[in-house]
């Protein structure tokens, strides 16, 4: 308002003295220019003057004269212009447009003489008077008896030379009024005065003390001390401690700050010991003072100790009033003052208290080596905390309002950091320091800024401020990040926006009495930075949300890696299973895995399959063969999948997040190969329910059915118990997060959480490495029963073909014709026909060699049976590993994480439990 305000009223102005006209007279008509002048002011935006535009037309215009045969002219455009350029104002190309801009043809209209006009009047200066000007103008003061001096009294008459004397000195006086001739012609004695009754020198010479020498009977006794009256010992003491040099205390050296005092005085009324005690105690103020004015003497280059040099010597300043005002009391006596200089003493250590807990300071900032700018602030914090438990009310307020004023230089890198996301180059005192070069825009939270710390480790800031010192590198960052998003406005920051740091404001006496003041300023300071913080806070984490899509990016990460999507996540991950157990060689081809990803997610709402990659990792030499490679779920896990993300997003979802997404989904990428391969098989065409023996069939089922048991807990342990609840409680903290800091520690607690209760921590290594040796055991049961299957085929399928041959060779049927033949003959039995032609011994082979047939081979049998029976103590033993593991762990540790491990193996140790157990050949 106070802009519109001002700009309103130079707009009266601008058409007043171009109208002539006053806004009084034509008011109506006014008002309509008034309005339009400022539209026109305040939605147009004009861009500076080009430079190089200005003098390129200079030095055109230059040449036309010096085309025109005009080069005086030229010459004196050139030498004014030269002028005006090295005046180094930022203005100068406006200044040069706006007289381009006034002239009017210059090459006509142009005359040298003009110049002229330009340069200033010389002063006019009266001539002096000289001595032979007088000389040329009086002949008679050519003559050198005029400037004799004249003895009147010689030749004449008294009357005569009363007369002539009256009438030459008339003359002279008359004549040289204006010049020197009276002075020299009078004498040095004639200006001496007679002082020898004069009481002012008399009480001069009397106060003058130390030029007196104590004398019995006129003889000097020079190792007697000099007696003095107490008014003079005040006044000693009252010049020493203003800094002045006095007799009565003594310095060794003009840089030295120690202050001694003589021996050579003595009070007439007391004695030498206890006056000498006095003024000793009297000279340990006086040096501590003087040390402080010697410490302000020095230079200073650091802009915080500039102002705390400042706010000392004002205090000091202060303090000299002080004594000014207690000499005035000895000076002009408007009453009866008692002349005491125990009063003394006392008054003016009630006033220098302060100022020695000053030299305390600056004593400590001298000792500490290597001391850090801000270390006084640091001492001054101390000091206020302690004086205000001491109950000290004026020391309190002392270093309270010292420390205030000192702290104010300490804000403006804070403010400029916070308000502009600036940092000074080269500033060693602020904490927030910027690294040098180009930063790449993903890592400018995380790189581009640092916090500065000591070689100890510390953080270089004061250490009153290192709560606070987080939520302000965040709200700076904000700002540079807002910055780079083409997003930032900066704000109008007010006195009123803006809460007041000074001691009257935080350590106001009758609002606050009992509080302390590390609360009191812990308090304000953070009012003072939430004034600042919450808008660049709450304004980029909105456009994160909003323009950055973020929770786009979220969704899209939990369809990709968390396979959130079932249909999906088998699209992409059955073709690779197939092309494994078919031993192709391409399952892991990087170009078809990224087409097949495309396929299987690049139609969902919230994924943009153009960010979507693959890559895959190089197998060692040992692992090149694929027939066995593939019975290890291990090997899955050199296919990585890649969201790329947008930069803005990376700064909460970084690089070491991404990795803990791609180990979950590995994780779960092998868990479905364990379910694929041992769901593959249908129970109705199974061979094993014809070919094999009643324990085959049991073992195989049975380990089958624990191993489809142990798959889907795993797997609903870590989809439904882990992973959904914590991105579900993980969005819900972002959204209801304050700034960017505290997103990206929700993000990465959320991941360092689902990787902890994912079995996948340092904690967990051992109980990660058996479950994958459990899902191992999936495919050794499936490979082992397809090879027994196809053993028991081939085995069937060459006893049929030696029957088939020896019977021919006895001239009896084939098995496959027999068993025919039989159940012909079984049909036939009952006709007259043929009820002699076979008998009951004859059947009775037939069906025994039929029986030899069906059954498989005995050793292969009990071969199959004993790898079952393997397979299944492994099973037993790894999984109660695994379960005891995990509650042995859960005691051990706490938290969340803790009592989803906890969970787990109590869903393992009641599966393991309620299993019924096989019979005894099984065992």
């Not at 120690?258 to 006086?286: R, T, W």
């Not at 640092?450 to 510390?458: I, M, V, Y």
């Not at 063969?625 to 090997?635: E, L, Q, S």
């Not at 397979?871 to 859960?890: E, I, N, P, Q, T």
Request: glycine share 4%.
């Amino acid at each position: 308002m106070a802009h519109l305000a001002k700009l309103g009223g130079l707009t009266d102005e601008l058409l007043t003295s171009l109208t002539s006209k006053s806004s009084k007279t034509e008011a109506a008509k006014s008002n309509a220019q008034k309005e339009s002048a400022l539209r026109a002011f305040r939605y147009n935006n004009y861009a500076r003057t080009n430079q190089f535009d200005v003098a390129s037309q200079l030095e055109g215009l230059e040449e036309k004269f010096r085309v025109y045969n005009e080069d005086p002219l030229a010459d004196a455009l050139k030498e004014r212009v030269d002028k005006v350029m090295k005046l180094q104002s930022k203005w100068t190309p406006e200044i040069l447009h706006l007289l381009l801009e006034l002239s009017d043809r210059p090459l006509q209209n142009s005359k040298l003489e003009d110049l002229d006009f330009l340069k200033e009047p010389e002063p006019y200066v009266e001539p002096l008077l000289r001595w032979k000007d007088l000389v040329a103008e009086d002949p008679l003061l050519r003559e050198k008896s005029v400037w004799r001096n004249v003895d009147f009294g010689a030749e004449s008459s008294e009357d005569e030379e009363f007369d002539d004397g009256l009438s030459e000195r008339s003359e002279a006086t008359e004549v040289t009024i204006q010049s020197s001739i009276e002075d020299v012609g009078r004498q040095p004695d004639d200006y001496v005065i007679d002082v020898s009754n004069n009481d002012t020198l008399l009480a001069l010479k009397d106060a003058q003390f130390w030029l007196k020498d104590p004398s019995v009977g006129g003889v000097k006794l020079d190792t007697v001390k000099k007696p003095i009256t107490e008014l003079q010992a005040i006044r000693e003491v009252l010049f020493m401690l203003s800094g002045y040099p006095t007799s009565l205390f003594e310095t060794p050296s003009n840089q030295s700050a120690q202050i001694l005092p003589s021996k050579s005085y003595v009070l007439k009324h007391a004695s030498p010991d206890a006056f000498y005690q006095q003024i000793s105690a009297f000279a340990e103020q006086g040096s501590a003072i003087r040390s402080l004015r010697l410490w302000v003497a020095q230079p200073q280059s650091i802009p915080l100790l500039q102002v705390f040099q400042d706010a000392v010597s004002k205090r000091i300043a202060s303090f000299d009033n002080c004594l000014s005002d207690i000499q005035t009391r000895y000076v002009e006596l408007a009453n009866d003052v008692v002349v005491s200089l125990v009063q003394i003493q006392t008054e003016v250590y009630s006033t220098s208290r302060p100022l020695l807990k000053l030299v305390d300071i600056i004593n400590k900032l001298g000792e500490e080596r290597y001391s850090h700018a801000f270390r006084y602030l640091e001492i001054l914090y101390k000091y206020t905390c302690t004086s205000q438990l001491a109950g000290d009310e004026e020391l309190y307020k002392f270093i309270g309002t010292l420390f205030f004023d000192c702290f104010q230089v300490f804000l403006r890198p804070i403010r400029a950091w916070m308000e502009d996301g600036d940092v000074t180059p080269g500033d060693k005192v602020f904490f927030v320091s910027r690294t040098t070069g180009e930063v790449d825009p993903a890592t400018i939270w995380q790189s581009q800024f640092k916090l500065r710390h000591t070689q100890d480790g510390k953080l270089h800031a004061p250490t009153f401020l290192r709560a606070s010192v987080n939520k302000i590198f965040t709200t700076g960052k904000s700002v540079v990040v807002l910055k780079q998003l083409k997003k930032f406005s900066p704000r109008n920051h007010s006195e009123s926006d803006e809460p007041l740091l000074d001691f009257e404001s935080v350590c106001n006496p009758q609002n606050v009495q009992l509080a302390p003041f590390t609360e009191l300023f812990a308090e304000a300071f953070d009012a003072w930075i939430q004034s600042k913080h919450h808008h660049a806070s709450t304004t980029l984490r909105r456009i994160l949300f909003d323009s950055c899509g973020l929770s786009a990016s979220l969704e899209a990460l939990s369809y990709v890696y968390f396979m959130s999507d079932g249909t999906n996540g088998a699209a992409f991950t059955y073709p690779i299973f197939d092309k494994l157990d078919k031993l192709d060689s391409s399952w892991n081809d990087r170009f078809n895995l990224t087409e097949l990803l495309h396929d299987s997610f690049g139609t969902l709402p919230s994924v943009n399959p153009d960010r979507l990659r693959t890559s895959v990792l190089a197998l060692s030499r040992k692992n090149q063969d694929i027939a066995k490679y593939r019975t290890k779920v291990k090997v899955l896990s050199i296919i990585e999948i890649k969201y790329h993300l947008s930069w803005p997003v990376q700064i909460i979802l970084n690089k070491e997040s991404l990795v803990g997404y791609q180990r979950i989904f590995t994780f779960l990428f092998q868990i479905r190969r364990s379910s694929h391969i041992i769901t593959r098989r249908r129970l109705v065409s199974d061979t094993l329910t014809t070919s094999s023996s009643s324990d085959e069939r049991l073992l195989f089922y049975s380990l089958r059915t624990r191993l489809l048991w142990f798959i889907q807990t795993l797997y609903y342990y870590l989809s439904c118990l882990v992973v959904e609840p914590g991105s579900s409680a993980m969005r819900t903290a972002l959204k209801e997060a304050v700034d960017i800091d505290t997103m990206i520690k929700v993000h990465s607690a959320f991941m360092k959480s689902i990787l902890d209760k994912a079995l996948l921590g340092s904690k967990l290594a051992l109980i990660h490495k058996t479950i994958l040796k459990i899902l191992d055991l999936a495919i050794k049961l499936e490979d082992a029963e397809t090879v027994n299957a196809s053993t028991n085929k081939g085995q069937r399928e060459e006893q049929a073909n030696r029957m088939d041959l020896s019977m021919a060779s006895l001239g009896l049927h084939t098995p496959r014709k027999a068993k025919q033949d039989f159940k012909s003959s079984t049909r036939l039995s009952k006709s007259p026909r043929f009820a002699n032609d076979s008998s009951d011994e004859d059947e009775e082979k037939v069906d025994l060699d039929f029986s030899i047939l069906s059954s498989p081979s005995k050793a292969t049998e009990v071969e199959y049976v004993e790898q079952l029976r393997s397979m299944k103590v492994d099973f037993d033993r790894l999984v109660r590993f695994v379960a005891s593991g995990l509650r042995g762990v859960a005691r051990a540790g706490g938290g969340d994480e803790a009592r989803s491990w906890d969970t787990l193996g109590e869903m393992l140790e009641a599966g393991l439990g309620t299993t019924t157990e096989f019979p005894g050949s099984f065992r």
